[in-house]
């Protein structure tokens, strides 16, 4: 596959947001650097192959976040690339795209990947709910923590309480 005009927008756009990037053809010939190079991909799967599957995985695999990208115009992409083990699907994003929402779906997840990076931590959930969160991993194609995060969002929107504190908060300073 060659580079594209949406191959320069995107690398454009990212650029745009203060952030390096840099265009890479994955070639199945030629062993892929490591880990270090980058922070997270952004993968074109319009034209995938064995090796762009193998990137993809070798990424996650590092706990490097991927977002893989297609034209909406085309076939469904995101069956073709579930990984089968639930470990890959917190750092694989697969998302549908079109002219007028590509800029928006790259940077909600660079802004998303940019706070997780900040911000982690680790809880302990009974059996019922791990149950609960496999069955969401599977049925809807969605990481654990993806779906919490979703959950706390929501709340975050309704929260009355949580809203007056941070306009007293800001109102201090």
């Known amino acids: 596959k060659r580079k594209t005009k949406t191959h320069d927008n995107i690398i454009s756009f990212v650029q745009r947001l203060s952030h ?11 062993k892929t ?3 270090d190079d980058y922070d997270l991909v952004i993968a074109d799967i319009e034209q995938a192959s064995t090796a762009l599957g193998c990137a993809i995985v070798m990424a996650a695999n590092e ?7 297609y034209d909406e115009k085309l076939k469904n992409r995101a069956d073709m690339l579930m990984p089968s083990q639930e470990k890959y699907l917190r750092y694989i994003a697969i998302k549908a795209y079109n002219a007028k929402n590509l800029e928006e779906i790259i940077r909600c997840f660079i802004e998303e990947k940019d706070e997780q990076m900040r911000d982690r931590f680790n809880f302990f959930v009974s059996s019922d709910i791990s149950n609960y969160l496999n069955w969401v991993t599977f049925s809807r194609q969605q990481s654990r923590a993806d779906f919490i995060r979703g959950l706390v969002r929501d ?5 009355n309480q949580y809203k007056s504190y941070l306009n007293n908060k800001n109102n201090k300073k």
Request: charged share 35%.
């Open 63 to 69: 706990r490097k976040p991927v977002l893989c990208i």
């Open 155 to 159: 709340q975050l929107k309704q929260d």
């Open 20 to 30: 390096e990037a840099i265009f890479k053809l994955i070639d199945s010939q030629k």
């Open 33 to 35: 650097k490591g880990s």
